[in-house]
Nanobody
């Protein structure tokens, strides 16, 4: 029922910028918490940022000031704008979506939601 399709990954030089996009089903986009995770082989998955259905955003400390999460209701699309990219930012990036199941925000358990196939970001000179 829920489909997430990421795009926008690729290779970029250190200090460069990229915009990742995630097109979601209308139902998920309008009612779910959505966000971005990244993962590098040998390391644990890491939540980058999340945005609730109401527009509240959260970021991991290491990404504050460099990455921005946003969404476009008309396009059913989630974005992650990345700037000042570093080689250590190289990772597979995943779009994730989860609906609320209790009193807590779905963003608290976003990792248990639906995952897209991912898009690779490689930062190198």
């Amino acid at each position: 029922q829920v489909q997430l399709v990421e795009s926008g990954g690729g290779s970029v030089q250190p200090g460069g910028s990229l915009r990742l996009s995630c097109e979601a089903t209308e139902y998920a986009f309008s009612r779910y918490c959505m966000g971005w995770f990244r993962q590098t082989p040998g390391k644990e998955r890491e939540e980058v940022a999340a945005i609730s259905s109401g527009g509240r955003t959260t970021y991991a400390d290491s990404f504050k000031g460099r990455f921005t999460i946003s969404k476009d209701n008309a396009k059913n699309t989630l974005y992650l704008d990345m700037s000042s990219l570093k080689p250590e930012d190289s990772a597979m990036h995943y779009c994730v979506a989860k609906g609320k199941t209790g009193t807590k925000s779905a963003c608290y358990t976003l990792h248990n939601g639906y995952w897209g196939q991912g898009t690779q970001v490689t930062v190198s000179s």
